[in-house]
């Protein structure tokens, strides 16, 4: 809803006479369908300078975190192509699917648990698209053509020099800039010895990988340059997941209607309380500096990301005008209503013992998870035969090393006792770092100590100092013999 619209449904003491009129439209769009554009005023004061202290980490970490090593591992690797993952340095593989599964499951309802108690926190402060647009894109959008009454200016005016220099110059960069940030995504993908190979070699080189670069570039510059705040408003599915989770006693980014209302202009010297009016002087600027287009004084909305800029801006305002500040503030809705303070709810202790309990579990399987999987698998067709009193049977082997370091292994029969291996090569067995090693074993038990045709064996790889790394149940064919 724009300033004038928003004036035309406002009475004398600036209240709203509809105020559900704001739920029926977008604040980006127009009743016609059109895209109205967002041109926030730039934000400043205490909120504003911690969000981008803490963007500015968060994009430090993200631009570092793909040279990062732990025992020669990368820190953190997704490769899903070639099915290779690193997360903290530890290499995980398809059959570790469950612990990523688990993992997933544990941060979806930690983002859940926070949901409920602080609103959409995670938004302004932490989303990747709040970042990008607000810490990057828009700064520079900022620098190359001013603050918000510039900029619609510059909107509205006719193609001349002016505007196509600048307009160009920020094209330019924000494509700069995508591509820079597209290459670093990738390289916590693949590693950023591939990217570094395929900048080196040429798109001809590397046709795949250079379409690819490019795609995710002009995603990147698609998303900053045009489509912006809609990713929030229209595509995020967040934004609609609060609407479910967030109730009266959830910390949000508030409005003060109590103290606030009924709203007016201010006039210098009149005694606000005396003349009926609330702290709302019905200024705007927290309008003006949404990066979203909405009027936050509406109540708690999807399209609001938590930014706090609005906060900011109104008190600013507060101190000019010699009034308190917090009108726009974090509260709870219940707070606000009952001016008591905020309580941690059964639901919150729910969430919060759920959340642990999962953390330790996930914890606990990260740790219990082995620096070794072995497997036994008898060849497809294959049978037993019997040779000097001895039935023998094959088998090919599986060794996955999940260590960052070497192993040399051997392989013994746990149970039954007796059970005798030939190797085909070495009883040695060296398996690199992040390898696998594969191979074929015999193993033979004296016929009289096999009673049934199909019984169970435990077969122990161990280390070169005896110790067991793995073990792998299977079964061990032999004649049929009647039970009696």
Request: aromatic share 14%; proline share 4%; with cysteine.
């Amino acid at each position: 809803m724009s300033l004038n619209e928003n004036s035309e449904i406002r009475g004398g003491q600036g209240q709203v006479l509809d105020p559900e009129t704001y739920r029926d439209a977008i604040g980006t769009m127009e009743q016609s369908g059109k895209r109205k554009w967002v041109f926030p005023k730039k934000p400043k004061g205490k909120y504003t300078n911690y969000r981008t202290i803490v963007a500015y980490i968060l994009l430090s970490i993200y631009l570092i975190i793909p040279f990062i090593r732990i025992g020669g591992n990368p820190f953190l690797m997704l490769n899903v192509i070639d099915r290779e993952f690193f997360i903290l340095g530890q290499p995980f593989y398809p059959q570790d699917f469950f612990l990523l599964t688990l993992g997933a499951i544990v941060a979806l309802i930690c983002i859940i648990l926070f949901t409920i108690a602080f609103g959409r926190i995670f938004c302004g402060w932490i989303c990747p698209q709040t970042i990008f647009l607000e810490s990057v894109f828009r700064k520079i959008e900022f620098a190359i053509e001013g603050d918000r009454n510039r900029q619609m200016k510059l909107d509205r005016q006719e193609w001349n020099s002016e505007k196509i220099w600048k307009r160009s110059l920020k094209w330019t960069i924000f494509f700069i800039l995508s591509l820079i940030f597209t290459h670093f995504m990738m390289m916590t993908i693949v590693g950023y010895e591939k990217v570094f190979q395929t900048i080196l070699e040429g798109p001809l080189a590397h046709p795949t990988n250079f379409i690819v670069i490019m795609l995710f570039t002009l995603a990147f510059y698609f998303v900053f340059a045009w489509f912006r705040e809609q990713v929030c408003t229209l595509v995020c599915p967040y934004g609609r997941l609060q609407g479910v989770l967030i109730d009266k006693e959830t910390i949000n980014v508030f409005y003060d209607y109590k103290r606030g209302e009924n709203r007016a202009k201010w006039r210098k010297g009149e005694d606000r309380e005396d003349a009926g009016k609330g702290d709302c002087i019905d200024c705007f600027q927290c309008v003006v500096v949404c990066p979203t287009g909405i009027d936050i004084r509406d109540g708690q909305q999807l399209e609001c990301v938590n930014c706090t800029a609005c906060i900011d801006a109104c008190d600013e305002v507060m101190v000019k005008v010699g009034l308190p500040k917090g009108l726009i503030r974090y509260a709870s809705e219940k707070e606000i209503e009952t001016r008591k303070p905020i309580r941690f709810t059964a639901r919150m202790k729910i969430f919060v013992v759920l959340l642990v309990g999962l953390q330790l579990l996930l914890g606990f399987l990260l740790y219990s998870r082995g620096d070794l999987e072995a497997k036994f698998i008898k060849p497809a067709g294959s049978t037993f035969f019997v040779r000097n009193g001895m039935i023998t049977n094959s088998y090919n082997y599986t060794f996955l090393n999940k260590s960052n370091d070497k192993k040399i292994l051997t392989i013994k029969v746990i149970s039954p006792e007796h059970g005798r291996i030939s190797f085909t090569q070495s009883d040695k067995i060296t398996v690199e770092k992040d390898k696998i090693a594969k191979g074929t074993i015999t193993i033979s038990f004296p016929e009289n100590e096999m009673k049934l045709s199909k019984q169970n064996i435990e077969i122990g790889v161990y280390d070169l100092k005896g110790n067991l790394v793995d073990s792998y149940e299977t079964y061990f064919e032999g004649p049929f013999r009647l039970q009696f």
